[in-house]
């Protein structure tokens, strides 16, 4: 575990020391992209469009090795004031062996496609802070933890709040989230149906002109159901996060989480192995055409 984050925090240093400074900075923050596994609650401009690359890695689980890989790629427009769309497709990696509850895999898919709604209610510039809501669906083929092939479907209702701690310093952002999830497996035809709630918390603070660091905690309890039914179990992430601006027209996010603290529902344990990650990681890069 110390490992781990002694090569992120490694990776990172190497990064801003290879960054070129830019001798000036837009004052404040543009909060759309600079989190890892939370959003911010600016939206961009009008007219404006966007190619992201988002890369998620999730690691570990409680036995033998589990390794599973998402790529998406998505394009980004605004096409009236606060109000963002976003598509995107996705594939998956999976490579399992000897997971309890989990059948053995090694493939390569295409996993499925999403849609991603935002509209920004409230601008922290003229209010004490921003707000934004966002639906983002999607409809898949593969299941994202077992790799089984099916049909699944699933929102995520996110209201995202933020707040410039210290102005063009820091920044602290807070997300809930509402997950609700449906899927229909291809071999035997079981239905299950669960949903997620958490509460994300972030701080980033400038280090540099076009490079900012910090780090985001979030918490989540999933239960079987969509409408929030019996309990299956519970989890902690923190981790640290990173964004660079590249250039004026890209970027780059690095984020990592390791499961800090959790809990199956029926077990004792410090860990919920079951339903979580023991670590997830995240690179997202974007820009602007």
Request: charged fraction near 20%; glycine fraction near 14%; charge should be negative.
């Amino acid at each position: 575990m110390g490992g781990r984050a002694c090569k992120f925090w490694m990776v990172i240093g190497c990064a801003i020391a290879l960054t070129p400074a830019r001798t000036s900075a837009e004052e404040g923050f543009d909060t759309e992209h600079i989190f890892g596994f939370m959003i911010g609650t600016d939206v961009g401009n009008v007219g404006e469009r966007e190619f992201q690359s988002e890369t998620t890695g999730r690691f570990g689980k409680g036995g033998g090795t589990y390794r599973a890989l998402a790529q998406e790629v998505e394009i980004e427009v605004v096409p009236l004031p606060n109000f963002r769309i976003e598509v995107g497709g996705a594939a998956s990696l999976h490579d399992i062996t000897g997971v309890p509850d989990i059948d053995d895999r090694r493939q390569f898919n295409f996993q499925g496609a999403s849609l991603d709604l935002r509209y920004r209610l409230l601008d922290r510039e003229r209010a004490p802070f921003g707000l934004t809501i966002a639906a983002e669906l999607h409809g898949d083929r593969i299941d994202e933890t077992s790799g089984a092939k099916g049909r699944m479907y699933g929102t995520d209702f996110t209201l995202a709040f933020d707040r410039e701690l210290i102005p063009n310093f820091a920044i602290g952002a807070l997300n809930l989230t509402y997950q609700p999830e449906w899927a229909r497996f291809e071999i035997g035809g079981v239905s299950e149906k669960s949903s997620t709630i958490g509460a994300a918390f972030a701080t980033l603070v400038r280090v540099r002109p076009d490079v900012l660091l910090g780090g985001e905690m979030r918490y989540f309890r999933q239960y079987e159901g969509i409408g929030l039914g019996e309990f299956a179990g519970q989890a902690l992430f923190v981790g640290p996060t990173a964004y660079f601006q590249l250039s004026p027209s890209s970027r780059l996010t690095m984020s990592w989480s390791m499961q800090a603290w959790g809990r199956p529902a029926g077990s004792g344990g410090n860990l919920d192995l079951v339903n979580f990650e023991r670590h997830q990681a995240r690179l997202v890069f974007g820009v602007n055409f």
